[in-house]
């Protein structure tokens, strides 16, 4: 977890704020997020485009062995951006090559830089051992993305402007202007509209780019789980048109697979560290107001008390009632419980649910010939991340014609 001041990340806008602030930006960032189409047809379209880069990419690799994580990447951020920035961004301009760049930089300089949360005093080593500095560049570097994204699309001057569908900045500022109006102190005013942005992009990246590579690492390891899937997507939607939200009804046993890639992934095992604002008993523990709490989700998720004794294998058919259809325990909480859950939880659902339904309509995910099995070894930065691999992602699409 970040030492927010230390590294020059204010506490503003919604993933590190709390009290008043933190209720008003939480509360309109969810309603902008439905507004936007969480859910909806709008918003499945502009993911689908998005889709369709990755696929086009990964095709044109024809079959070559290759890492997916940067192509996955781009498409997943662009999602995000696009939402956040009203319109979609070209893969190869600049700035948000160098938004995503600043963003993998603060995910994966976390470890380091967190023991300056228990020792402050580390702060005045010489060098940059604990990654302070390039922390403090890609908060820096984050910004000023987040800046481009919140230019006002009316601003006929501003690059891209007139292009923009409507932008959660835009929403954004619409609420400001509606406090103001009914004399309300606007605590939705431009910086926290920006720290917002910095958030959106940074939680909305990683952790669903992580999970759909865990799963693509996942089903490397198990063939037969590939198959199985192959042959409910064949049988249910064939090779004709693209795989919609309307089909997850139809597709339990991919639903499985990507539930069981969420659990035992646990791509955010420790939520994020949050401070008790008043004295807390927790079963027999006494936590005193003050204290820093770190919620670890590992041990809900990989508990054999709840899941059995084969809780740290991969193996969706927990997630299929006996008639085939899902099965949804409460214990699966990868988005954290409470009133800090994850709120792009929809969003999340959505990508995750398309990009691995288009993927894997498309592709089958083979080993390289000669490599032996990746690791199936996190690496951990702010969230647990496969270790790099490389897959050949052979066209189902050439083989039908
Ligand atoms: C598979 C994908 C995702 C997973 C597993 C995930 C998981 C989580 C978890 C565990 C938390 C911490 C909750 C807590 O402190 O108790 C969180 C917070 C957060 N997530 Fe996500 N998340 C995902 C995707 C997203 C997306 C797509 C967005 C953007 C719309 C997003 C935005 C946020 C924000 C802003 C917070 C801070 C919330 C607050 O402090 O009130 N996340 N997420």
Redesign the pocket.
Known sequence: MYPNQVIGMEDIG???SSGQL?QET?SA?MSI?KELGVGKTVLQERIQEDIEFLLERLVKLGGQETDIWHLVNLSVSNV?CSIVAGERFDYSDKQFNDGIMHANQLASCAKEVAALNFLPILRHLPGDLLKKKRIQEAVQGLKRFAEFCCRDGNDENAPGAGKQKESFAACFRRRQREKLASGTVALLDEENLKKTVM??IG??TE??LS?ITWCVLYLLHNPHVQVKIHEEMDREIGFGRKPTLADKTKLPYLQAVIKET?RLAN??PF??M?VTREDVTVGDYFIPKGTGVI?N?DTVLHNPDIWGADANQFRPARFLNADGTVRNPEEFI?????R??????G??QM??FLFLASMLQRFEFVLPNGRALPTLEETFGLLAVPANFKVCCVDRFAETT
């Open positions: 919604i993933g590190f933190w939480r960032t997020l995000i958030d959106l939680a909305g952790a669903t999970t969420q791509v955010t939520s994020i949050r919620p989700l990868p988005f954290s419980i409470g800090r859950n994850c709120p792009g939880t969003l999340a990508e995750l």
